[in-house]
């Protein structure tokens, strides 16, 4: 990281010059991320940063699975659009906490969506899915690829 301190040859820095010099390049570390920092994990998958999806494919089938943690089924949406797969959700969560004198109150709200390209128009009555312990799996079944017939071709002599 550049500084703009310049030094004389032989001069030492002072302990408080470093300090100083390091909290400059601390906050300006800080404010090159984009945006504001997120208040809890929860907050970074529900944007898309931390939220991860695997794809999987084989001669019968694709199988993405997702890592929606906290969402619940009701809250989860997976719909084929042409060659296809979106699986959106969202999240509005509030827990509470209440003491003497005091009292808590947390909110997360927020939404999310992933477009998964298939390669191929999927059946959409064949394809599954199921969220389990915070995991998204979805099977979407390959259509049947019929083989198109063997043709021979005349040779012509040149």
């Known amino acids: ?18 300090f100083s010099r390091f909290r400059r390049e601390m906050d300006e570390l800080i404010s090159s991320f984009s945006g504001s920092l997120p208040d809890n994990p929860f907050t970074i998958a529900l944007e898309n940063r931390g939220f991860a999806v695997d794809v999987a494919e084989s001669d019968k089938s694709v199988e993405i699975t997702a890592e929606l943690p906290g969402i619940e089924s009701d809250d989860v949406e997976v719909t084929v659009e042409g060659g296809s797969l979106i699986i959106s959700a969202k999240k509005e969560a509030e827990k509470k906490t209440e003491d003497k004198n005091w009292q808590r109150v947390e909110r997360s709200y927020g939404s999310f969506e992933r477009v998964i390209p298939l390669g191929f128009i999927p059946e959409p009555d064949k394809l599954s899915a199921e969220l389990k312990k915070g995991v998204l799996k979805v099977t979407v079944p390959k259509p049947a690829q019929k083989k198109p017939a063997a043709k021979k071709i005349a040779v012509k002599a040149g």
């Open 1 to 18: 990281m550049s500084t703009n301190i310049e030094r004389r040859k032989g001069e030492v820095e002072k302990p408080a010059d470093l």
